[in-house]
């Protein structure tokens, strides 16, 4: 299930996304972290639209969401295509959040960690 779309209603819970700009090093750090493609964003309103963005350098891959995960639509946008899609909208209106990715816990044997 996709954890933006169960997000608790808390704010704290929800990282802001800052600029355009930050989307892409936002789904890389996502895929690295997790090993799963993509990150979910979602913009804050009433209807709480959540949206997977998959990154590669010939622009982007955004997947609309419904509230179990499934994808609804999907598009494919070049960069500046990408910029005028309704992410960036809710961003340049400081309406797109994200959720932060899980840290590794020691019992992983994460760096400083004893094992």
Known sequence: MNPIARTPSRPAAL???QALGDIEYLVKESEV???QAGRSFVIAGADRLSYRVHW????????R???????LNCQHLLPWEFA???LAQALACGQLF??????????????????
């Open 15 to 17: 990282l802001t996304v």
């Open 33 to 35: 972290l997790t090993g």
């Open 56 to 63: 590669h350098p010939l622009g982007f891959k955004v997947e």
């Open 65 to 71: 969401l419904d509230e179990s995960g499934d994808v």
């Open 84 to 86: 005028q899609h309704s």
């Open 98 to 115: 994200t959720a932060p990715v899980p840290r590794v816990s020691s019992a992983f044997g994460a760096p400083g960690t004893r094992a």
